[in-house]
């Protein structure tokens, strides 16, 4: 029961915080594009920061999967969205 109770509140953790970093990806999508359009290249800062959120969404991913097989090991059957 406990395993149980565990697994699914990392599953919840895990789409919540999918779920915000979805939207706010959505909204850089935007003003990336309208920033390609009007420009023709990236400011080192802007550069860097594309570079730090890129690393952010790759451990995210990782990180995401790790936690999900631990709630499928506890029992969690849950399906996504």
Do not use: C, K
């Not at 999918?18 to 850089?28: K, Y």
Request: zero cysteines; aromatic letters at 14%.
């Amino acid at each position: 029961m406990l395993e149980e109770l565990i697994g699914h509140v990392i599953a919840s953790a895990v789409r919540i915080v999918d779920g915000i970093l979805e939207f706010f990806d959505l909204l850089w999508a935007g003003s990336r594009s309208l920033m390609e359009n009007s420009r023709v290249g990236d400011s080192p800062l802007q550069a860097e920061t594309r570079r730090r959120w890129d690393r952010f969404y790759e451990r995210w991913f990782w990180l995401s999967l790790l936690l999900l097989g631990i709630a499928a090991a506890l029992g969690v059957g849950w399906e996504w969205w």
